[in-house]
């Protein structure tokens, strides 16, 4: 009887330990997934289960499968800071996420803190691999990047306008108007109106006067679609001919739902359209049948769990401290968005930031379209 009792206690032993052993590895996807900019949640959201369910179809992560779990931080950091502990409560290893930057920032330090790697596919505020933290990456490019082009363009194509620069106080919008401002004023153009505005407002009718009253010729504007499309809607309402240029941060065609005819030669930067790399053929396919478009930032995300994957293999091993080294020291990874490696920082070696215009495309509808 003692043999047998001892023998029952080694075998749930063991059980125990082989289920911990080959626990599924948690994966967190945090971002705006109710909201105003519930699109972009979405975004990761899909992009993030393609891929864990193209990768564990294929075996999983070492023979370990992968479980999403969802954090829906509303694009605000507090909440996305509550998100972050949950995620540390749930046992998560990674975190796919967050879409805004003053959201990704203050949750890194709460991943750090608790082992957890962080690849936002979304937030571009420099800050956030700035910091010399161990576990912070990110499958896009950098406001300063970013700002670069921008700026760029206005100083080349726009000689003599006048130009009204216009962010939404946040740390990605200002971040972003900022650095495309500091490109343009460093190659000799002035803006004659630099605005701050409170995003949730619904009436831009007192800025829009004060662009008419100034004859501006093209606004810059950082910040996300929801914003932007109110305003070129009021500009083309008060006669404002203007043509707009904003970022990454409006790059869904909620756009022209918001803004109507309006959003036609809105300017936009972004990185070439990853829908159209030949990596990402079946998985658009994939995305496509099941009736959900993989624009913007979608396959951001599923590249992010691609190269978490391939790391962890690379490493021998998912502690996250050990694919984070290995993110940086093995790459480049062959990705649906092509091959990404990682600096020191965990930022992307191959910025690629180009300009897009908005118009109507062959199905009569607006999107946007790169230049």
């Known amino acids: 009887m003692k043999k047998s009792l001892l023998s029952a206690v080694a075998l749930t032993a ?12 948690i994966v967190g996807v945090g971002g705006p997934l109710t909201g105003p900019n519930a699109a972009f949640g979405a975004q990761l959201q899909k992009g993030a289960e393609q891929a864990a369910a193209d990768i564990n179809a294929a075996g999983g992560i070492n023979g370990e499968k992968i479980k999403i779990v969802l954090g829906d931080d509303v694009s605000d950091a507090k909440q996305g800071v509550s998100v972050a502990n949950k995620f540390v409560a749930d046992g998560v290893k990674y975190v796919i996420g967050h879409f805004n930057s003053g959201v990704s920032i203050p949750a890194s330090d709460v991943y750090a803190e608790n082992g957890i790697l962080q690849i936002t596919p979304a ?40 130009v009204a620069v216009v962010h939404d106080k946040t740390p990605y919008g200002q971040g972003l108007a900022d650095e495309t401002k500091k490109a343009m004023n460093g190659l000799g153009v002035k803006e004659v109106i630099y605005e701050g505005i409170t995003p949730g407002e619904k009436d831009y009718s007192a800025l829009i006067a004060k662009m008419k009253e ?9 910040g996300l679609h929801t914003e932007a499309g109110l305003i070129l809607r009021q500009m083309a309402d008060q006669g404002v001919k203007a043509p707009m240029m904003s970022g990454d941060g ?59 994957a391939d790391a962890a293999k690379a490493a021998g091993s998912t502690d996250a401290e050990k694919v984070a080294e290995t993110m940086k020291a093995k790459g480049p990874f062959t990705t649906v968005i092509g091959s990404i490696g990682f600096d020191a920082k965990g930022d992307i070696t191959r910025p690629d930031y180009v300009m897009y215009t908005w118009k109507k495309g062959p199905d009569g509808k607006y999107s946007y379209f790169e230049n």
């Open 123 to 162: 937030s571009t505020n420099p800050k956030f691999t700035e910091r010399g933290m161990w576990n912070t990456f990110r499958t896009c490019g950098r406001d300063d990047q970013q700002g670069a082009v921008a700026g760029k363009y206005i100083a080349e194509k726009f000689k003599g306008v006048k």
């Open 214 to 222: 100034a004859g501006v010729g093209i606004v810059y504007y950082g």
């Open 14 to 25: 063991m059980v125990a330990f082989s289920g911990t052993a080959w626990a599924d590895i």
């Open 250 to 308: 409006i790059t869904s065609n909620e756009l022209a739902s918001i803004a109507g005819d309006a959003v036609n030669g809105t300017l936009m930067t972004f990185p070439p359209d990853p829908r159209n790399n030949p990596n990402a053929k079946d998985v658009v396919k994939k995305f496509r049948d099941a009736g959900f478009e993989p624009e913007a930032y979608t396959l951001y995300s599923y590249a992010a769990l691609q190269i978490i």
